[in-house]
Every structure is written in C-alpha cells, then in structure tokens.
Nanobody
Framework: QVQLVESGGGLVQAGGSLRLSCAAS????????MGWFRQAPGKEREFVAA????????RYGDSVKGRFAISRDNGKNTVYLQMNSLKPEDTAVYFC???????????????????WGQGTQVTVSS
C-alpha cells in the first residue's frame, strides 16, 4: 500500500505563488509516475501536471502550462508542484496521485492512477 499526503496549500493573492508537496510512504517506487489533479466545487476533476519516473518527462494541462512546474525527488519520496502567477480560477482542492505504470506512460486520466492523497486546499483571491 502507498500513502500520499499533500501539504503546502493555503490562501494567496492573484499573481502570487505556492509550492505544494506530496510525501509518499509505504511501498513506493521511483518507477511510479506522479500526477497532480484539482477539483473545484461543482466541477470535474481536472488534470494539472504529471512527471514520469525518470523525472525528465513532464506534461501539463493547458490551463496551467507556463505557470506551474512539477518535479520529484525520489530520494525523499516527494513530488512538488510549483505554482506561479496564480489566478482565481486556480482555486480548488489539489490532489496528488501515483500511477504504477509510470515507467511506460504519462497519463492525464484520473482513472489510470492507483493511489490518491486526501487533497490540499488552494484558494486564490482577486
């Protein structure tokens, strides 16, 4: 079993920055792909970013491209999401997720991720 715990959320003014962290414990592997998703009230879960097990390959949702950056530190079993130039539309609960097949794919589909954290709230004020 893999446990994921997000942290770093909070309240920030538009244009500001936050860095989210996701700490993994249990049976973890550097071969897992790690992803970030978000969900706002009344909206579907949205893909934000993902990083492959190598840490080299990344992908981003169109709405965050150029503003957010995902990275991972396999030695610390931690994945990060650096969020810059935040907008009110970024307000959501942000979830960390892990894909066991990250060695062969980098997916943006929530159903293909095996493990999920409980989420951390990010609120961007205008």
């Amino acid at each position: 079993q893999v446990q994921l715990v997000e942290s770093g959320g909070g309240l920030v003014q538009a244009g500001g920055s936050l860095r989210l962290s996701c700490a993994a414990s249990g049976r973890t592997f550097s071969s897992y792909a790690m992803g970030w998703f978000r969900q706002a009230p009344g909206k579907e879960r949205e893909f934000v970013a993902a990083v492959k097990w190598s840490g080299v390959s990344t992908r981003y949702g169109d709405s965050v491209k150029g503003r957010f950056a995902i990275s991972r530190d396999n030695g610390k079993n931690t994945v990060y999401l650096q969020m810059n130039s935040l907008k009110p539309e970024d307000t959501a609960v942000y979830f960390c997720a892990a894909d066991r097949l990250g060695s062969v794919r980098l997916t943006d589909q929530p159903r293909e991720y095996n493990y999920w954290g409980q989420g951390t709230q990010v609120t961007v004020s205008s």
